[in-house]
């Protein structure tokens, strides 16, 4: 049976490749402020992207909510928790790479993608704290354990390293990105102990060597568990853009050269 969407949408050249709803900040009762996770993170990010001069509500892309019908579209009743239609309703999109960079083992997506040769996981995480889930690591392509309290130097030496190899064993059409910020210095959660410029650092060095090969990257900002995170993701957001790699309209780059685009262009 087939079923109809409307979450595709034409995004205009004048809009930039970020998506954000205001419902992306869960409130209740005032209840959100005891919880470790800052649950309007998001759009203090927005806020200040706005603050800095680099974004108004006119150049974001308004998220959409999924509908029944619109799930019904790429899963099944029985299992609504698979992302496989990248592969069935994005065109040229054949092989793709998840490079899971948050403090936590990625076990949804490895169960999820397990045993499909099309998408390769890499994931750096600390090897101590949840989920340790030994079934799915069966899924993961490439596997960075971390101790306790791993520092800058050593994190950003393993995460360059792998990620080369990971786009020499396999060149893909896509990556997905997930840049989780539990990673940062005194999250309890997390466990390591990368400090903010660490952070920004990591995003830029995963945007230099993805967008190097021309391969279009869909960064994801995920955990993070102190208030300070918000203003870290908004500060790596404008470096990316102060060096070139993300932006509506950027010239072609070169693992040095960070000139590119976040996204490839449209296909007529």
């Given at each position: 049976m087939l079923h109809t969407t409307q979450l595709y949408q034409h995004v205009p050249e004048t809009r930039w490749p970020i998506v954000y709803s205001p419902r992306y900040n869960i409130t209740f009762m005032g209840l959100e402020k005891l919880h470790p996770f800052d649950a309007g993170k998001w759009?203090?990010?927005i806020n200040f992207l706005k603050e800095e001069k680099l974004l108004s509500d006119s150049m974001l892309v308004e998220?959409?909510?999924?509908?029944?019908?619109d799930l019904l579209v790429v899963h099944t009743r029985r299992y609504l928790n698979?992302?496989?239609?990248?592969?069935?309703?994005?065109?040229?999109?054949?092989?793709?790479?998840?490079?899971?960079?948050?403090?936590?083992?990625?076990?949804?997506?490895?169960?999820?993608?397990?045993?499909?040769?099309?998408?390769?996981?890499?994931?750096?995480?600390?090897?101590h704290i949840y989920p340790g889930d030994r079934f799915a690591k069966q899924a993961i392509r490439r596997k960075v354990e971390l101790e306790w309290g791993t520092e800058d130097d050593e994190y950003l030496d393993k995460v360059e390293r792998n990620i080369e190899k990971s786009l020499q064993e396999h060149?893909?059409?896509?990556?997905?990105?997930?840049?989780?910020?539990?990673?940062?210095?005194?999250?309890?959660?997390?466990?390591?102990?990368?400090?903010?410029?660490?952070?920004?650092?990591?995003?830029?060095l995963v945007f230099r060597m993805v967008r190097g090969r021309q391969v279009p990257i869909l960064m994801v900002?995920?955990?993070?568990?102190?208030?300070?995170?918000?203003?870290?993701?908004?500060?790596?957001?404008?470096?990316?853009?102060?060096?070139?790699?993300?932006?509506?309209?950027?010239?072609?780059?070169?693992?040095?050269?960070?000139?590119?685009?976040?996204?490839?262009?449209?296909?007529?």
């Open positions: 759009g203090k990010v998220a959409r909510e999924a509908s029944e019908e698979e992302l496989k239609f990248l592969f069935e309703r994005v065109e040229g999109i054949s092989r793709a790479t998840i490079i899971d960079l948050d403090a936590h083992q990625g076990n949804g997506h490895e169960r999820d993608f397990m045993g499909d040769k099309r998408v390769y996981i890499m994931d750096v995480y600390n090897r060149l893909p059409d896509v990556v997905v990105y997930n840049a989780g910020t539990d990673i940062l210095e005194g999250d309890r959660l997390g466990g390591l102990s990368i400090s903010p410029a660490g952070i920004v650092k990591r995003d830029e900002t995920s955990g993070g568990y102190q208030k300070r995170t918000a203003r870290i993701i908004a500060d790596s957001i404008l470096n990316l853009f102060g060096l070139g790699l993300i932006g509506p309209e950027s010239p072609s780059v070169s693992a040095q050269n960070s000139d590119t685009p976040l996204l490839p262009p449209a296909v007529p």
